[in-house]
């Protein structure tokens, strides 16, 4: 393949986001994976290659990319990054992903500090290069979100606030709209009538939820996902981990967290999809120390959909999943 005008595009646009990636990155062997398997990458594909005319979106996680494509139907490829089961909070980008970033037409995610290892990587990558690059995070009324430990943190998880993802799917209407307007009148119709299943998944959730007792109505999950569900829903929550699961749990979060199902007589607990199940396994023995027998309810979505073709794998069929098993163990 010669060196024609794309490819030295693409390739002088490497060069400035390798720049940064240089001031940025601490580890040298990841780099000499990276260098040769990008130009490598490169050298195999061009936007300009694949004939595709249509726009190229590249999401963050699934679930960001199940809601572009809500709102784009086919007249966009979308995909997304961040597979499946893996940890958006810790996730670190391969050569393969920053190649398809790189190729994109359009970026999304979700922001507000979700995707804390990529949003430096992708904002400063977008200013460079003149990409399209935004986030849902960022049209969402600040007075909304849900602000922790000294008040200058916002909970990324907002999406478990169905009225919140549904003010997402009206920036991405807004956005794209803006970018591509030919296609406006498409995508205010396919945004408007999902709204409309977002609002039906939030009155069946609110009927399912209402089954729980009173004194049940308290979600114990391993990371601090689930803030703004609990606030929509009436639920408590109490996470083992903090808003970002990189930490251990030491003892004393173990034994208080015992302490508290003991005294309360909170019967299930449960798991997350993408972390792993040990510390809460700790948990449940050391309520049944007490005589107190906890179950481990199945395991949750907390940041991300499920593996595609799973009925999980976009976000009505995640949120559902979540509610029946909240339900199941707690009524
Ligand atoms: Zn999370």
Same mark, same amino acid.
């Given at each position: 393949?010669?060196?024609?005008?794309?490819?030295?595009?693409?390739?002088?646009?490497?060069?400035?986001?390798?720049?940064?990636?240089?001031?940025?990155?601490?580890?040298?062997?990841?780099?000499?994976?990276?260098?040769?398997?990008?130009?490598?990458?490169?050298?195999?594909?061009?936007?300009?290659?694949?004939?595709?005319?249509?726009?190229?979106?590249?999401?963050?996680?699934?679930?960001?990319?199940?809601?572009?494509?809500?709102?784009?139907?086919?007249?966009?490829?979308?995909?997304?990054?961040?597979?499946?089961?893996?940890?958006?909070?810790?996730?670190?980008?391969?050569?393969?992903?920053?190649?398809?970033?790189?190729?994109?037409?359009?970026?999304?995610?979700?922001?507000?500090?979700?995707?804390?290892?990529?949003?430096?990587?992708?904002?400063?990558?977008?200013?460079?290069?003149?990409?399209?690059?935004?986030?849902?995070?960022?049209?969402?009324?600040?007075?909304?979100?849900?602000?922790?430990?000294?008040?200058?943190?916002?909970?990324?998880?907002?999406?478990?606030?169905?009225?919140?993802?549904?003010?997402?799917?009206?920036?991405?209407?807004?956005?794209?709209?803006?970018?591509?307007?030919?296609?406006?009148?498409?995508?205010?119709?396919?945004?408007?009538?999902?709204?409309?299943?977002? %609002?039906?998944?939030?009155?069946?959730?609110?009927?399912?939820?209402?089954?729980?007792?009173?004194?049940?109505?308290?979600?114990?999950?391993?990371?601090?996902?689930?803030?703004?569900?609990?606030?929509?829903?009436?639920?408590?929550?109490?996470?083992?981990?903090?808003?970002?699961?990189?930490?251990?749990?030491?003892?004393?979060?173990? %034994?208080?967290?015992?302490?508290?199902?003991?005294?309360?007589?909170?019967?299930?607990?449960?798991?997350?999809?993408?972390?792993?199940?040990?510390?809460?396994?700790?948990?449940?023995?050391?309520?049944?120390?007490?005589?107190?027998?906890?179950?481990?309810?199945?395991?949750?979505?907390?940041?991300?959909?499920?593996?595609?073709?799973?009925?999980?794998?976009?976000?009505?069929?995640?949120?559902?999943?979540?509610?029946?098993?909240?339900?199941?163990?707690?009524?």
């Amino acid at each position: 393949m010669g060196l024609d005008n794309s490819n030295s595009t693409s390739i002088f646009a490497f060069a400035s986001f390798f720049n940064f990636f240089m001031k940025k990155s601490t580890a040298p062997g990841f780099l000499a994976l990276f260098i040769p398997s990008l130009l490598f990458l490169m050298s195999c594909s061009s936007p300009s290659d694949t004939g595709d005319k249509k726009t190229k979106i590249i999401c963050t996680t699934g679930m960001v990319a199940d809601l572009v494509e809500q709102v784009t139907g086919d007249v966009a490829t979308v995909n997304h990054v961040i597979p499946s089961g893996l940890d958006p909070h810790t996730y670190k980008p391969t050569p393969q992903n920053i190649s398809e970033i790189m190729s994109a037409d359009i970026v999304i995610y979700s922001g507000i500090g979700l995707e804390a290892k990529l949003e430096e990587i992708l904002e400063n990558y977008g200013k460079k290069d003149g990409k399209f690059v935004f986030s849902l995070g960022e049209g969402l009324p600040d007075s909304s979100l849900i602000y922790v430990e000294d008040g200058h943190s916002v909970d990324p998880h907002f999406w478990f606030d169905i009225d919140l993802w549904s003010k997402a799917t009206s920036h991405v209407e807004n956005e794209l709209s803006s970018h591509m307007p030919a296609f406006q009148l498409e995508f205010t119709d396919r945004a408007s009538k999902y709204r409309s299943s977002l %609002s039906d998944l939030k009155d069946w959730a609110q009927t399912e939820l209402n089954q729980i007792p009173n004194g049940q109505r308290v979600l114990v999950t391993v990371h601090d996902a689930f803030s703004y569900f609990g606030a929509s829903f009436d639920v408590q929550v109490r996470g083992l981990l903090g808003i970002s699961p990189e930490l251990d749990a030491g003892v004393q979060d173990v %034994s208080s967290l015992v302490d508290f199902l003991v005294q309360n007589k909170i019967a299930a607990v449960f798991v997350e999809e993408s972390l792993p199940t040990r510390t809460m396994e700790a948990v449940v023995a050391g309520c049944q120390n007490y005589g107190h027998n906890v179950s481990l309810g199945e395991k949750l979505y907390a940041d991300n959909v499920g593996a595609a073709g799973t009925p999980q794998d976009n976000y009505l069929g995640m949120f559902k999943h979540n509610v029946k098993t909240i339900v199941n163990a707690l009524k």
